[in-house]
């Protein structure tokens, strides 16, 4: 199982990013992902998940209505478009596999290497 993270970076307030988590080395499409994100000296938390086929989607309270997570069974990818971004958004974010969508919803068995999202002007 490989997840590989991309697309962070540093990103004034306001403004927009959009992160990628290409998978391989298991069935993409059969498995409910998500993202997480982990601040400095703060615990990992939950942002976002979406089930296998995109009909079921949770998001953490902080990020509803900002961010959007989104997949592409096809290329083996799972997306987070996060709008509106605050210096609070500011953390190292995680791509999961097998997360629990549910209250709470809790982490699955695999996780990306990370990638830094750096929120400032």
């Known amino acids: 199982v490989q997840l590989v993270e991309s697309g962070g970076g540093l990103v004034q307030p306001g403004g927009s990013l959009r992160l990628s988590c290409a998978a391989s080395?298991?069935?993409?499409?059969?498995?409910?992902m998500g993202w997480f994100r982990q601040a400095p000296g703060a615990e990992r938390e939950f942002v976002a998940a979406i089930n296998w086929s995109g009909g079921s989607i949770r998001y953490a309270d902080s990020v509803k209505g900002r961010f959007t997570i989104s997949r592409d069974n096809g290329k083996n990818t799972l997306y987070l478009q996060m709008n509106s971004l605050k210096p609070e958004d500011t953390a190292v974010y995680y791509c999961?596999?097998?997360?629990?969508?549910?209250?709470?919803?809790?982490?699955?068995?695999?996780w990306g290497q990370g990638t830094q999202v750096t929120v400032s002007s």
């Open positions: 080395g298991f069935t993409f499409s059969s498995n409910t």
């Open positions: 999961n596999r097998g997360v629990r969508i549910g209250l709470p919803p809790a982490a699955g068995d695999y």
